[in-house]
Each structure stands twice: as structure tokens, then as C-alpha cells.
Nanobody, 126 residues
Framework: QVQLVESGGGLVQAGGSLRLSCVAS????????MGWFRQAPGKEREFVAG????????YYADSVKGRFTVSRDYARNTVYLQMNSLTPEDTAVYYC???????????????????WGQGTQVTISS
């Protein structure tokens, strides 16, 4: 099992930026694809971005493409989500997650992920 701890959330104005971090421990971080999801009040948790175990493939929800960038630092066991041009519609709790299986390219599907962090709140004011 892997433990995930997110940080970096906060309150920013529309048009601003935030960088979220997710530190992993307890399992070989480098072997697993990682994903970012978010959940707004009253809505389902939705996929935001993902990165393959090798870091060579990244993929995004259409709603964040061109604004968000996912990356990973193997030396720090950390995955990042750089968020630019934020809008009030980006307001949500953001979660990172680790793939159930090693050596995959990752997935948009929640069911593919077996470990989740506690979440970090992102609030964008208009």
C-alpha cells in the first residue's frame, strides 16, 4: 500500500496559479502511474490529469487541457499539478491517487486507482 499526502491548495483569484504536490511513501513510487482527481460540492469526483509510471505519457481532462500540467520527481517521490489560468469552476477538493497495478500508462477511471490522499482544497474567487 502507498500513502499519499497532498499539499499546495489555497484561495486564489481567477486567472491565478497554484501548484499542488503529492508526496508518496510506503511503496515503490517509480513503478506506478499517478493521477489527479477533483470533487466539487454536490458533484462526482472527476479525473483531472494523469502521468504514466515512466513519466513519458501525460493526459488531461478536456476542461483543463492547456492550463494544467502534471509532472513527477522520482528523487522526491512527488507528483505535481501545476494549475494556471484558474477559474471559479476549478474550485474543488483535489486528490492524488496511485494506480493499482505497476508499470501502466495510467487511466482516467477512478476504479483503476487503489490509493488516495486526503485531498487539498482549492478555491478560486471571481
Amino acid at each position: 500500500q502507498v500513502q499519499l499526502v497532498e499539499s499546495g491548495g489555497g484561495l486564489v483569484q481567477a486567472g491565478g496559479s497554484l501548484r499542488l504536490s503529492c508526496v508518496a511513501s510506503g511503496r515503490t513510487f517509480s513503478n506506478y502511474a499517478m493521477g489527479w482527481f477533483r470533487q466539487a460540492p454536490g458533484k462526482e469526483r472527476e479525473f483531472v490529469a494523469g502521468i504514466s509510471w515512466s513519466g513519458g505519457n501525460t493526459y488531461y481532462a478536456d476542461s483543463v487541457k492547456g492550463r494544467f500540467t502534471v509532472s513527477r520527481d522520482y528523487a522526491r517521490n512527488t507528483v505535481y499539478l501545476q494549475m494556471n489560468s484558474l477559474t471559479p469552476e476549478d474550485t474543488a477538493v483535489y486528490y492524488c491517487a496511485a494506480d493499482l497495478r505497476p508499470f501502466t500508462s495510467g487511466s482516467h477511471a477512478r476504479s483503476q486507482y487503489g490509493s488516495w490522499g486526503q485531498g487539498t482544497q482549492v478555491t478560486i474567487s471571481s
